[in-house]
Every structure is written in structure tokens, then in C-alpha cells.
């Protein structure tokens, strides 16, 4: 939890989530709130539940208790059902950018109409305005010159910049990083953390789930230690990183900076 | 071989073609629909309803397409279900393409990976609008091929409507034969119809998949 003094409503709030898998307990009570503007890293070895929390953020996995907030306003409704709670976290998910681990491009649309679909379809957006505000996201992330190629013609680091360009044309409060750069070939990572610096640098509300430990305690204002689905430590990336204090968080750290130097 | 004759024959069998066409196309166009419904039916929450799709779909595809036909055309009537041969054709043709549809459809879009749906789910599309505007054209692409095996099949089987006398290609042959006496010339032309009525068939499929899959072949 970040130590600063909050002057409005956080951007995600996420109390005492509880989610199983059958009989595995997957997240055993977590707590997190990241307050605008700022950039959270989960850090964890597989396994950890860090990929389920983020996705239960935007309840692509339905989490069983706790409450999950989007700028206030509750994202998991248990007393919504059917059609009514479709529409409303449709609504919500407008509002969320998520990136995938294995990009998730749709590979039977265009670049650029993988990035404007979901502003047409969603918010109406004629195709010309659509076209302008796509190229738009597609310079952002540096790929302009291939709006009009399928994504099949895309290196990895390229299809994940498209996908973060698809995430930003819908104008979200907060982007969600699950593991972005990790089925990457290292010479490709750089790209992908180039654009999500630059989203840092927009003051981008970002939550990140990474492997990535140097870009995690670059960018971020605060970091999570997740293992066994519990939170065993926090604090700044400063700290975290090079004086954790708890014996998991070292061994972890130990463990994965040894096989990366 | 007696040339003069199969000559003279060929425009009566070319007409008997158009009418294999047409009750073959009508079919796998209604087996179409057919298909979908079934599909539809198999996501229902509402258990009886999926197990009426899947036991229609065990019991069609685990009867022969002749004895359907037979059913029908000979057993109907008994149930109020009297229909001219062709339209028992087109009838029996669809539902029992239908079937086997729907299951090349179904595996179809259950081989779409669920990363897509993700995706799209996670942009704030509805599942129905998932379906239409992600899922779908991608399970396009692999029914395709599945989907035109099947139409082929039915064309072949087609020449079976001939029992309840549709005058279709082979009961024509049949026709003739009983007047010329030369079952070789007859079949062999025939039989050369039948061949290019299904390659016709397989160059359409050959190039709706092309065309389908034009994003990975750029």
C-alpha cells in the first residue's frame, strides 16, 4: 500500500480478495490500492498468483470474496446477475487497458483495425475519426508505418506494442501489464519497455505484473512481493529490491537476479 | 464404346445434372441453418435442450443417409409429412448435413483460442458481439475445409434420392439404360458429371479458404 497521503479516490482498490480453484486457494486475502497516477509492480515465481490477481482486477477470473474498485466504483457485484452485470462490466472494462502475455492480437484484422475496433463498436466512433485516433496510438507506440499489415507480419515486440496501442485507443484509466515482455526473445523486451516508460512518464496509472526486476524498480513507485498468494512484502522498489526484509522476498530475488547475471 | 450414343445422351444427363446441383446446394444451404440452430441449442444453461441437439445429432450420425431417406419419403406420410421427392431430398439433405455441420462448426470455434475472446472481452466487448466480431471469422477459416468435405459427401449421396424417383443425374442413367442397354457408356459419363460437379466444389472451397485465411498469407 503506497505510504503517501491519498487526496481522492484511489484508481484500484482490491480488499481482501479471496480467490480458489476447486480446492486450491489461489489468492488468500489480498489487499492493494494504487492511487492515481502511480505505477505498481507484482513481482513472484509462478505460481505466485500475481497473473490471477491482475486478472481479477478486471474479472476475467471471478474472484469468490473481497471487493475489487475501479475509481470507486465496484467491479465484482455479486448481487448483479445476468444480463445486467454484462453491461455494467462491460462498462468497466472500457475503462481498463490489459496487456497479455501472449499479445492477443486479432490476427484477421489490420493492425489499425485491431486498435480501432473496439472504439468503433463500443463508443460509436465513425471510421474516419476511429482511423485518426488509431494512428494516433500506433505513433505512440512507434508503429504507424505498419497500420495496414496483419499482425502475422509483426515481430513479438511489435504485436505487443499494437496491443498496447489496442489497450490505449479506448482512453483507460489504468493499463494492466500481465507479464507483457515475458514471451518475448530478449533483443525484443527493450522495445516493449520503452513505450510503457513512456506511458510512465504520461503519469499512466499502471499495474504491472513483471520478470522484469531492473525495468519493475525503474518504473515503479511501489513494489509486491506475491508468493504462495499472499502479499509477503511491499514497499518502495528501492527497498524491495536490493533490502527486502523478508527471507522469501530474498530468496526469490537471490534466485532469479542469480540466473539473470 | 458407342461413341454416337453417349453424344446423343449428354445434354438429357447434363439436365439431370442441374438437378443433382440444385437439390445439393439447397441442402447445404439449409443444412446450413440447420447446423447453426444446433450449435445454438448445445449452449443452453438448460440441460434437456443440449441433450435434444446431441441425441438428434448421435441419432443421425448413426444412421445411414439412405434409410433417412427412406424414412421420410416412405414413412412420413403416416405422421401427416407427405412431401414431393425433391423437397424430401432438400429435406432429408439438410438435416442430415446439418448434423454433421453442426459439429465441424462447433469444433471450430472451440479451436479459436480463448486468448481471443479474452482479449476482446477484456476491451469491453459483450460475449455476443465476442462471437460476432472475433470469434467467428477466425472459426470461419477452419470450418471451411471441414464443411466442404461434408458438401461433397452430400453430393455424392445425392445420387441415393434417386430410390424415391427424383430424376436426378443417376436416376437418369438408370433411365437411359433401361432403354439403351449400354450401362458403360452410360455410368462413364455419369460418372465423369459426378466428377466435375465435385471438382467444381473443391476449387469454391479451395478458394473461399484462401481467401479466408489471406491474413496469415500476405
Not at chain 2, 455424392?156 to 437411359?176: C, D, F, G, M
Request: net charge neutral.
Amino acid at each position: 500500500m503506497s505510504t503517501e497521503q491519498q487526496t481522492d479516490t484511489p484508481m484500484v482498490e482490491v480488499r481482501n480478495v479471496h480467490k480458489r480453484f476447486g480446492d486450491l486457494e489461489v489468492l488468500k486475502g489480498i489487499d492493494l490500492t494504487v492511487d492515481r497516477g502511480k505505477i505498481i509492480s507484482i513481482i513472484g515465481p509462478s505460481g505466485s498468483g500475481k497473473s490471477t490477481l491482475l486478472r481479477s482486477v478486471n474479472h476475467l477470473e471471478v474472484i469468490d470474496e473481497g471487493a475489487i474498485l475501479l475509481d470507486g466504483v465496484q467491479v465484482n457485484r455479486p448481487d448483479m446477475k445476468g444480463l445486467a452485470f454484462e453491461r455494467h462490466i462491460n462498462h468497466i472494462r472500457q475503462n481498463m487497458g490489459m496487456v497479455f502475455q501472449h499479445f492477443n492480437l486479432f490476427p484477421h484484422l489490420s493492425t489499425i483495425d485491431n486498435v480501432t475496433l473496439a472504439p468503433r463498436k463500443l463508443k460509436g466512433m465513425d471510421k474516419k475519426t476511429a482511423r485518426e485516433l488509431g494512428m494516433q496510438q500506433l505513433e505512440r507506440v512507434g508503429l504507424a508505418e505498419k497500420a495496414d499489415v496483419f499482425p502475422n507480419w509483426l515481430s513479438g515486440g511489435q504485436k505487443q506494442r499494437v496491443a498496447i496501442a489496442r489497450a490505449l485507443a479506448m482512453k483507460p484509466k489504468v493499463m494492466l501489464f500481465d507479464e507483457a515482455t515475458s514471451a518475448l526473445d530478449p533483443e525484443l523486451v527493450e522495445e516493449v519497455n520503452r513505450v510503457m516508460r513512456s506511458l510512465a512518464e504520461e503519469h499512466m496509472t499502471m499495474l504491472i505484473v513483471t520478470h522484469e526486476m531492473s525495468f519493475a524498480r525503474d518504473v515503479s513507485d511501489w513494489a509486491l512481493f506475491m508468493d504462495g498468494g499472499v502479499v509477503v512484502e511491499e514497499s518502495t522498489p528501492d527497498k524491495l529490491f536490493t533490502n527486502p526484509e523478508q527471507e522469501r522476498t530474498r530468496n526469490f530475488l537471490h534466485k532469479h537476479l542469480g540466473n539473470n547475471h | 464404346m458407342d461413341v454416337d450414343l453417349m453424344v446423343e445422351v449428354t445434354p438429357l444427363l447434363i439436365r439431370a445434372a442441374w438437378v443433382t446441383i440444385d437439390i445439393s446446394s439447397r441442402a447445404i444451404f439449409f443444412g446450413f441453418f440447420v447446423a447453426c440452430g444446433l450449435v445454438f441449442l448445445q449452449t443452453f444453461r438448460f440441460a434437456p435442450i443440449r441433450w435434444f441437439a446431441r441425441g438428434y445429432i448421435s441419432v443421425i450420425r448413426g444412421t445411414p443417409y439412405f434409410v433417412q431417406l427412406l424414412l421420410v419419403f416412405y414413412g412420413g406420410p403416416s405422421i401427416g409429412l407427405r412431401l414431393d421427392p425433391i423437397t424430401c431430398g432438400v429435406f432429408v439433405g439438410a438435416f442430415n448435413i446439418g448434423a454433421y455441420m453442426s459439429e465441424a462448426i462447433r469444433g471450430s470455434i472451440e479451436s479459436v483460442d480463448s486468448g481471443q475472446s479474452e482479449a476482446a472481452r477484456s476491451l469491453g466487448f459483450g460475449k455476443v458481439q465476442t462471437m460476432v466480431s472475433i470469434v467467428l471469422p477466425q472459426a470461419a477459416s477452419l470450418m471451411i475445409r471441414s464443411v466442404g468435405v461434408l458438401a461433397i459427401v452430400l453430393v455424392k449421396n445425392s445420387s441415393l434420392v434417386s430410390i424415391i424417383s427424383v430424376v436426378e443425374l443417376t436416376y437418369q442413367a438408370q433411365r437411359l439404360i433401361g432403354s439403351t442397354y449400354k450401362p458403360l457408356e452410360i455410368f462413364t459419363l455419369s460418372a465423369l458429371m459426378y466428377i466435375v460437379i465435385i471438382y467444381a466444389v473443391m476449387g469454391i472451397i479451395e478458394l473461399a479458404y484462401r481467401r479466408a485465411i489471406r491474413y496469415t498469407t500476405q
